[in-house]
């Protein structure tokens, strides 16, 4: 109980209302013993109780005793009943508001992540804005319904219609700074082995999103923090200008978290409540080794995952390398065992979720084969490869998604990766495959050029959140074929 007493007056119905009572109570008591004491030395004054008038005081006296106390117990129990009435009356009232807050975060999806420690919980520590207070438990209550009362005297709201999430806020697990509270967020993991262009995929689709895709569909950005603003303006436009990335360093220091959060708020008059894109990068030696530093507790609750695949990781595609791939590209191919990739991630989720390994997750995959500039994969995933099979089938443009997905599993398929399309059908219930090309050519060969890599998140958007829909729809997906042609 102590850790709820919150640096706020308490409110009308419970200290002070309660303590009325008592004191009315006190003070009614008081006079009744009064009157008593006022008729008992009247009897001793006067002329004896051997006298009648002396005998009229002491009956006088005992049914004042009598009556007196009754009719004290009588009102104080009648008025103490009232106003117990009238208070439980209130507390349901405060109960039901407390209800319709907790309803409203739950049914608009809203939570917190915190980007730094990866836990996940619905009301985190708000800071009072007139002192820097730390309410901890701000939700309806005993400190008021829609408001409270810091004790410095400021106002400040405690409910979600009050507008609470835009307070400044903390993690009440590792006390890093929170911002957009009251959003919906949008947790997106990219996982995926050493060098298979995670980063670059992040960089790119953060850039093209905020700078083209969002003010194209009228969504309006807003960055996270100002370490998040800083991170966008240097890091990622800086990689984006100058066609580069950089590997992400494995985080020795174990007090300093293994993967970050690059965190960004979408506005729109078409979304309520804005949106909180929190995408996750990791680097894909701990990724793979297991050795992160805290639990990546964001696999539990994400609402899409980033699948990212190296095809020169691949064996056989290796062996299709040929002169035109430049020596760069050759050097920066990822981990060789994509398969391994998917059974570390399996293993983490089956850990941290608890979930058997026959366990079927609900939560769309994007697999996206990446680095598709390079001009061997042109022969199996290649733009005119997909035209061709489109118009084998007799599809128009607006299949091109499908037919994307289609050869981009056929061409996994016939390199020797059948077990990890098979092992991914089986074990996500929506998943599609993507090809992209983050840098759009070799890296430091200019700025970055990207193709797909806007569709991955389209869709994964749009499947975790219907009502991202009606707001960013810029291709069509259709249905996926799975299984034999
Ligand atoms: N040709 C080409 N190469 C790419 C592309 N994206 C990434 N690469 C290459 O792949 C290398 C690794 O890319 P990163 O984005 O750092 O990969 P990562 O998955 O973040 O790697 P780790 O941080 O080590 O886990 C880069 O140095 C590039 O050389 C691309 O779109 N095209
Ligand atoms: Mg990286
Ligand atoms: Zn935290
Ligand atoms: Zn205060």
């Not at 009648?78 to 439980?88: E, I, K, N």
């Not at 400044?168 to 509270?181: D, H, M, N, R, V």
């Not at 009251?182 to 093209?208: E, H, M, Q, W």
């Amino acid at each position: 109980m102590k850790k709820d007493v919150q640096p706020a007056k308490m409110s009308y119905f419970f200290g002070p209302g309660w303590r009325d009572l008592w004191l009315f109570i006190k003070k009614f008591w008081g006079y009744n013993q009064e009157d008593i004491k006022r008729r008992a030395e009247k009897v001793e004054t006067g002329k004896g109780i051997m006298s009648l008038s002396g005998a009229s005081r002491l009956l006088s006296c005992f049914a004042l005793i009598l009556f007196g106390t009754f009719f004290f117990v009588l009102i104080a129990a009648t008025v103490s009943a009232l106003l117990g009435v009238a208070f439980l009356v209130v507390y349901v009232l405060i109960f039901l508001v407390w209800g319709i807050d907790r309803l409203l975060l739950i049914s608009k999806g809203i939570f917190v992540a915190c980007p730094d420690c990866k836990s996940k919980y619905l009301i985190p520590v708000y800071l009072c804005p007139g002192c820097g207070a730390r309410h901890t438990v701000l939700t309806p209550g005993k400190y008021g319904v829609f408001k409270r009362t810091c004790n410095c005297g400021h106002k400040i709201p405690s409910h979600f219609v009050t507008n609470r999430g835009k307070l400044a806020a903390e993690c009440p697990k590792c006390s890093f700074a929170l911002s957009g509270t009251g959003n919906k967020p949008l947790c997106i993991p990219v996982i995926g082995g050493r060098s298979s262009g995670k980063t670059a995929y992040i960089t790119a689709f953060s850039y093209d999103f905020i700078e083209k895709a969002a003010p194209r569909n009228g969504i309006m950005i807003e960055h996270y923090s100002e370490g998040t603003k800083q991170f966008y303006e240097t890091d990622i436009t800086n990689d984006y200008m100058g066609g580069t990335t950089r590997m992400t360093k494995t985080e020795t220091d174990v007090r300093q978290a293994s993967s970050r959060a690059f965190s960004f708020e979408m506005h729109s008059k078409k979304l309520s409540p804005a949106r909180l894109v929190q995408i996750y990068d990791v680097a894909g030696e701990s990724f793979i080794e297991n050795t992160e530093n805290e639990a990546q507790l964001q696999y539990t609750y994400c609402h899409g995952i980033v699948f990212m695949l190296d095809p020169l990781s691949i064996p056989t595609v290796r062996n299709y390398m040929d002169d035109s791939i430049s020596e760069v590209d050759k050097a920066s191919v990822g981990t060789l065992d994509v398969d391994l990739v998917l059974d570390a991630f399996m293993n983490k989720l089956r850990e941290i979720t608890g979930q058997s390994s026959k366990a079927v997750f609900n939560v769309p995959i994007a697999v996206v084969i990446s680095k598709s500039d390079i001009r061997t994969l042109d022969r199996f995933i290649g733009d005119e490869m997909i035209s061709e099979y489109m118009t084998g089938q007799g599809w128009g443009m607006e299949a091109f998604a499908v037919a994307e997905d289609r050869l981009c599993r056929q061409f996994l398929i016939d390199n020797g990766l059948a077990s990890l399309v098979s092992n991914i059908d089986m074990k996500f219930k929506y998943n599609r495959y993507f090809k992209c090309s983050a840098i759009g050519h070799t890296r430091e060969a200019g700025r970055y050029n990207p193709r797909g890599v806007l569709e991955p998140m389209e869709w994964l958007f749009q499947t975790a959140d219907s009502g991202m829909k009606s707001v960013w729809h810029e291709h069509q997906f259709g249905s996926v074929m799975r299984g034999d042609r």
